[in-house]
């Protein structure tokens, strides 16, 4: 009852909520039904409030346990191509590392819950506690370092002074270009990624959130298994779940071709 009132009426439940189609919602119920099955320990999401509202009364109508679980926020960085200087990243980095945070979370059990008290949110952990596979959070963490170095060296070679000076300025404006289509180099790399894996993932691998990695798009990966397994779930248990989902994912891929 719960599941087909939701296929009939759904509400924004997830951080990727889009008024253009309910994929994310759908998916993000599949989800919820995966952990009360027992076939994922966790699943979290950004706090948007109407969102976060709605995806709290929807657990506890499935007997879910959620939390607002405490932690602290780390920055990932894997050095690429360009140095940053360390003093730039001193100030890029410590504005985040080990500041206090909460993310909601939910689970099966308290227990659960009272096992990620104290997380590190950081990407590669945030990816661990939601059981993406390995290599793609390697991937996502590669490339998010690269969108620093791509800033960094699009501001460098348009101002004056080097990173010694001014360098609380030089960041702001990093925060404020990072991943910006004014950074050329950015442009063509976050265009590939929205085809090559934002829109063939919703195409082929409709009912994992993330973003695979250059070996997960390939025909035989960690991430088609994923895929794979959650898809049967939903084949098995909720099948109009199921078409809806995947029905929706092709719609939020053409956004990105």
Request: glycine share 4%.
């Amino acid at each position: 009852m719960i599941v087909d009132e939701f296929i009939e009426n759904p509400k924004p439940i997830s951080g990727f909520s889009n008024p253009e189609n309910h994929w994310p919602d759908y998916l993000a119920l599949l989800h919820l039904l995966l952990i009360k099955h027992g076939e994922k320990k966790h699943h979290m999401m950004g706090f948007p409030p109407e969102a976060a509202e709605n995806i709290i009364t929807l657990s506890d109508k499935l007997e879910l346990k959620w939390r607002l679980v405490c932690g602290t926020y780390a920055f990932d960085y894997q050095k690429q191509s360009v140095s940053i200087p360390q003093i730039v990243l001193d100030v890029l980095f410590n504005a985040k590392n080990g500041k206090a945070g909460k993310e909601l979370i939910i689970a099966k059990d308290e227990d659960t819950l009272d096992k990620l008290d104290g997380s590190v949110f950081s990407n590669s952990n945030t990816g661990k506690i939601l059981e993406y596979s390995e290599c793609c959070i390697r991937w996502f963490d590669k490339n998010q370092s690269t969108g620093w170095e791509e800033v960094y060296e699009f501001i460098i070679k348009n101002s004056s002074g080097d990173a010694s000076t001014h360098v609380e300025e030089l960041v702001e404006m990093m925060y404020k270009y990072y991943e910006s289509y004014n950074v050329e180099d950015s442009k063509k790399r976050i265009q590939k990624i929205k085809v090559d894996h934002v829109a063939e993932s919703r195409n082929t691998m409709p009912f994992i959130f993330f973003q695979p990695c250059d070996v997960c798009i390939g025909p035989s990966s960690p991430s088609r298994k994923l895929n794979e397994k959650y898809a049967n779930f939903a084949k098995e248990n909720y099948p109009e779940l199921y078409k809806k989902i995947i029905d929706e994912a092709k719609k939020d891929a053409k956004a990105f071709e």
